[in-house]
């Protein structure tokens, strides 16, 4: 016969609802109506001992994003354009543009035709046929529920998925059973209840008595559940210590508006008005009545593009105020360097800005429609473009950022000009330490005899860099496990 097996009264209480069938901690602690941190705890002393095994399972927690429940509520898109067909027949695309908003068409018409909804004849969009998809049922499933959880993700939820309707969230669940050699000696009654001493008084040691006690011994390598504690936006956390680092260098913070005329967004730059950059297909024109100018400045502003303005070439075309006066959403933040100046002249000073910027990238794991920029200027009549090395190089280093290049470069607005790289562990150098000395046209037209380093940081890369992600989209993640994990400043 076996020697009779020692359980503490809790032991026994445990391993009496897993004889037969692995049980989640979630269901014991219920079942038990033990606090689950109570219960992890035990069941790590009971691992230990090998009174049971223990496995676990990797699962997923669907929930629906905004957009997602607003799709639940009004219907998927390409479903409501072949109702809207059902009863019409067949229509343009413009008769169409009335129902829907422009993104949300295309994405109407793109799982209409793949779901075999709609076809397109003689010119028109034609209605098939309609039925409920299992993607529609899976949407209507996690509204209903408010959240579902699965093992892998099916098809229809990859798709969901990648329609951005869903969100998807790992988490681990433990499961126990007793192990065959504790379930033995429970079924043949081979076993003992000890009692638990949890506190020894002063009494029981002078006695003695302590040494007839079975005390629990203290296991110094079991993890305890780990507990989320709130924490800052990782990004926005960087964001706050790029500012400190700049405070500590000596800099104060400047900002203006989003929203700007193109003569302060690119004019005032020596940004031609047929430059590239200045197209809609990179630039968000703002729908409002144009800007009202300074007429005065804004002929020196003219001067400076069209013919020699005291003593530097412009570029010599005729200069239109009409286009200067259109609002855009500010492409970058050097027009708030540009506003300092302009107010303050030739005074000496140290200024940066940390603010949004808006461009039309197409999306990838480098561009963004939205991105911060880290702005800056130096003033002061001694200054040279060594300086501004010294700085972009000093300030990476301080973000723990020692992998720097620089290379010449070439910008409307600065000249000399360079672009310095750090590096990033998955995508190798990446351009994001922009800088240069402003021209002495723009200084001229702003009345400033003093020199101007400047410098307009793509600080979402370094944070790239620094938080060791490849994808810029990761920074404004809604992903929980990301923003658990990330590393923090």
């Known amino acids: 016969m076996m020697n009779e097996i020692k359980f503490y009264e809790r032991e026994y209480q445990i391993l009496n609802k897993i004889l037969n069938d692995f049980k989640s901690l979630q269901e014991l602690s219920s079942e038990l ?6 219960l992890y705890s035990w069941v790590e002393d009971l691992k230990i001992k090998g009174y049971v095994d223990a496995r676990d399972e990797i699962l997923k927690k669907i929930s629906l994003t905004e957009e997602g429940k607003r799709y639940a509520e009004q219907g998927l898109p390409e479903k409501r ?55 529609e049922k899976l949407l209507n499933e996690i509204k209903n529920k408010g959240e579902i959880i699965v093992n892998e993700l099916n098809e229809e939820l990859k798709i969901l998925k990648r329609r951005g309707l869903i969100e998807v969230n790992e988490f681990k669940k433990t499961y126990i059973k007793a192990s065959k050699f504790v ?48 924490r800052s936006q990782v990004y926005m956390r960087f ?63 003219k001067d400076m593009h069209e013919k020699v303005f005291n003593e530097a070439l412009g570029w010599n075309y005729k200069w239109d105020a009409e286009i200067a006066r259109r609002l855009v959403l500010r492409t970058h933040t050097t027009p708030v360097s540009i506003r300092y100046i302009y107010e303050n002249k030739d005074k000496e000073a140290k200024v940066f800005c ?69 590096y990033h562990d998955k995508l190798g150098w990446i351009e994001a330490l922009p800088g240069g000395m402003f021209r002495p046209e723009m200084l001229n037209m702003l009345g400033v005899k ?21 994808d810029i989209r990761e920074l404004f993640s809604k992903d929980l496990n990301f923003l658990r994990s990330a590393r923090m400043l």
């Open 239 to 301: 964001l706050e210590e790029v500012k400190k680092v700049l405070l500590e260098m000596g800099f104060e913070e400047y900002d203006w508006d989003y929203i700007l005329p193109e003569l302060w967004n690119f004019d005032v730059l020596f940004v031609p008005q047929d430059h590239p950059a200045r197209d809609v297909q990179d630039t968000f024109r703002v729908n409002l009545p144009p800007a009202i100018l300074d007429e005065i400045f804004a002929e020196k502003v």
């Open 354 to 422: 940390i603010s949004r910027n808006f461009r039309r990238d197409l999306p990838d794991r480098t561009h963004f429609i939205e991105f911060y920029q880290c702005e800056g200027i130096m003033v002061g009549n001694k200054l040279n473009f060594s300086n501004l090395l010294y700085f972009l190089k000093e300030f990476a280093s301080r973000l723990g950022l020692e992998k720097i290049r620089f290379k010449p470069s070439y910008f409307p607005f600065t000249e000399p000009s360079v672009e310095g790289s750090v």
């Open 33 to 38: 109506n033990i606090p689950f941190a109570t």
């Open 81 to 135: 354009l072949a109702l809207i067909l059902k009863e019409k027949e067949a229509m343009s695309l413009e008769e169409l543009k009335s129902f829907f908003t422009k993104n949300e068409l295309d994405i109407a018409i793109m799982h209409a035709l793949k779901k075999g909804f709609i076809k397109y004849f003689e010119g028109k969009i034609k209605f098939v046929s309609l039925y409920e998809t299992n993607d």
């Open 183 to 230: 379930r033995d000696s429970i079924i043949s009654k081979n076993y003992v209840i000890i009692p638990e001493i949890s506190k020894i008084t002063s009494d029981d040691i002078i006695s003695g008595k302590w040494k007839q006690y079975p005390l629990k011994a203290y296991n110094l390598e079991a993890l305890p559940p780990i507990v989320y504690f709130g």
């Open 450 to 470: 003093s020199r101007v380093l400047a410098w307009g940081i793509g600080i979402d890369r370094l944070a790239m860099a620094y938080l060791g992600i490849d």
